[in-house]
């Protein structure tokens, strides 16, 4: 069972830049697909960006595809989310999800494991 920790959250003004990092513990990390989701108070947690285990395939939602970029490194157990030209659009909790798969996927109750989340704020 994997643990997932991510990190890198704050406030940023109207087309600014983050970088989320997702850290995971406990398992073999190179086994996991993995995904970035969002949440914005009131609405349904949505898809951002997924990655397979090997990093050599991605996906992105429309609404972040050309902005944002998911990476990993599995010699560092790590997956970042870099999110340039940031849109008060784009705040949301942001969180990291595990899946044991080679394949990604975009709904979230594919996957397995989920970390608590950090926090984007974006202001106008």
């Known amino acids: 069972q994997v643990q997932l920790a991510e990190s890198g959250g704050g406030l940023v003004q109207d087309g600014g830049s983050l970088r989320l990092s997702c850290t995971a513990s406990g398992g073999i990390f190179s086994r996991y697909a993995m995904g970035w989701f969002r949440q914005a108070p009131g609405k349904e947690r949505e898809f951002v960006a997924a990655i397979s285990r090997s990093g050599a395939n991605t996906d992105y939602a429309g609404s972040v595809k050309g902005r944002f970029t998911i990476s990993r490194d599995n010699a560092k157990n790590t997956m970042w989310l870099q999110m340039d030209s940031l849109k008060p659009e784009d705040t949301a909790d942001y969180y990291c999800?595990?899946?044991?798969?080679?394949?990604?996927?975009?709904?979230?109750?594919?996957?397995?494991?989920w970390g608590q989340g950090t926090q984007v704020t974006v202001s106008s």
């Open positions: 999800a595990a899946k044991s798969s080679s394949y990604y996927y975009r709904l979230r109750y594919e996957y397995d494991y």
